[in-house]
């Protein structure tokens, strides 16, 4: 945490076609070096794939799949007396929301299908599904919070 000023929220705008600010943010996540038209057609793409397969609104796949990916508890590494405890914390909104987008897009990336829009709507959907390695990522890290639940004294 910075010890000088707070910063500035800088104002998301939602996008073009489904209207979303959280989609946005997605999209802003998935692209690498700038080039946000090459994000827009994975994501779109892999929506587009969506609803071909579930025949259902994908935004609301979408959206579900966000919230079972979501962790409430995070442990985080806390130094007391010589020694390092990994104590569980509680996490913000906006902080379980950065945690589901890198989660989701990451184990997407390590997919073995041919495009990343095959793969993102892939984990997409095994997200909506409860299943699949971002789910197992938010499993472990809640039994990892829990196991450790005796150091919740030392929460900062």
Partial sequence: MSRRRRIIEREVFPDPKYNSIVLSQFI???????KKSIAEKVVYGALD???DRTKEEPIEVFTQALDNVKPLVKVVSRRVGG???QVPTEVTPKNAMALAFR???G???KRSEKTMT???AAELLAA???EGASIKKREDTHKMAEANKAFAHFRI
Avoid: D, P, Q
Wanted: hydrophobic share 35%; charged share 30%; proline share 0%.
């Fill in 28 to 34: 802003n996540t998935v692209m690498k070096k700038g």
């Fill in 49 to 51: 794939l969506i609803h």
């Fill in 83 to 85: 020694a390092n405890y």
């Fill in 103 to 105: 989660w989701i897009i």
């Fill in 107 to 109: 184990y997407s990336r």
């Fill in 118 to 120: 095959e793969r993102l």
């Fill in 128 to 130: 909506y599904k409860k």
